[in-house]
């Protein structure tokens, strides 16, 4: 069998669907805080190399808008509450690992600061810290995630070999911004399109992106989408990107990959090479450690995710998913396993002898089937 293929340093489940998992960008670079005036318009190609290039130092408020119509399901609340509802954010990046972005909420603020190989998280509402030194290769979505720039940079890398076209310029921000289209080709996977807009800086430097759009296949509109409100191009000052904590406040450490503390089962056997004919992604070796059970498989952004589950958890989460409008899968008892399905993402939980698992991506129902029905013997479709 063929050895899973490599992986970019930072994957995640995030608004592209839960398992379009995706890798950051490396270096860094300046832009102007006004358009540069006569500057010939980027070709399609150039404009995604410019995002890809490296990262511009900038502050703003943007708001993300999901529509994946994602059902309460236990123990998965926060993520499809943030893929469902509209996500007020404040950005402010110096570096690709200096930066703070804060969700603004009606009760407070929950912040998360990278400096370095260490991550802050800071519940304003809960007057707790959370540091969690390295980083986690398969994780939960948080609203740092959908930040426009961030995450236009990252789809656009895992999809860097996909055909790209021009959209006509959108006014963001106060800025005439050109646009690119990218179609995945995968006939398996949900993803219709991804469309960014991102401002050029000065020929050889890097673009800032400042929105993003994701649609499924058939849908007429975007089921997420994040944008700029304000922006400027310029770094934030130095004490804005380190927590503040008052006296008093708890603060407490975590090991990387919350998506293993919310889900995983113990005991968990190691992820196999292959599922559904799609070869496994390796995890940074570092980390994975600390990820037993769980694996990546797939190319692009038509990815999913296993995450071994406790026995019951999954019980839980195929009660709730069902009472949510989830369907028996064929061949499996109908309190075992169930299916949940959205244009965009699809998940799949199953509870067996000893514990249970999560199968989760942005592929057609068909493929997530297949590879619970490869993980318990003697099933079939």
Request: proline share 11%.
């Amino acid at each position: 069998m063929p050895p899973p293929r490599r992986f970019g340093r930072r994957a995640l489940l995030v608004g592209a669907g839960a398992a379009a998992l995706v890798a950051a960008g490396t270096a860094e670079g300046w832009l102007p805080a006004t358009p540069t005036a006569g500057a010939a318009e980027p070709t399609p190609e150039q404009l995604r190399d410019a995002v890809l290039s490296g990262v511009v130092p900038h502050t703003g408020l943007a708001e993300s808008t999901g529509g994946l119509g994602l059902p309460d399901i236990p123990r998965l609340e926060s993520a499809s509450a943030l893929l469902s509802t509209t996500t007020r954010i404040r950005v402010q990046v110096a570096a690709r690992d200096r930066w703070r972005i804060d969700q603004l909420t009606p009760a407070g603020e929950i912040d998360t600061y990278r400096l370095g190989d260490t991550e802050y998280l800071w519940d304003y509402g809960g007057n707790r810290l959370t540091t969690i030194r390295g980083t986690a290769p398969v994780r939960l979505p948080r609203a740092s995630d959908l930040a426009p720039s961030d995450l236009a940079r990252r789809l656009l890398g895992i999809t860097a070999t996909e055909a790209v076209s021009a959209l006509p310029p959108r006014r963001i921000a106060g800025y005439a911004v050109p646009g690119i289209r990218v179609v995945p080709a995968d006939p398996a996977g949900t993803v219709g399109r991804i469309d960014v807009w991102a401002l050029p800086g000065p020929a050889g430097t890097p673009a800032l992106p400042m929105a993003v759009e994701i649609a499924a296949k058939g849908a007429a509109g975007p089921v997420l989408s994040t944008a700029f409100t304000s922006v400027e191009a310029a770094p934030p000052s130095g004490l804005a990107l380190r927590p503040d904590v008052p006296p008093g406040a708890e603060s407490v450490s975590a090991r990387p990959g919350d998506l293993a503390g919310v889900l995983r089962g113990l005991g968990a056997p190691p992820p196999p090479d292959s599922l559904a004919g799609r070869a496994r992604v390796e995890l940074p070796g570092s980390d994975e450690g600390a990820l037993p059970g769980i694996g990546v498989y797939g190319t692009g952004v038509s990815r999913f995710v296993l995450v071994p589950a406790g026995r019951d958890v999954a019980r839980q989460i195929i009660g709730g998913a069902g009472a949510a409008g989830g369907v028996p899968i064929a061949g499996f008892a109908p309190d075992r396993a169930v299916r949940v399905a959205t244009p965009l993402l699809g998940l799949v939980v199953v509870r067996r002898r000893g514990g249970g698992f999560l199968l989760a991506g942005t592929v057609v129902p068909d493929v997530l089937e297949a590879a619970a029905t490869e993980l318990v013997p003697g099933v079939r479709r």
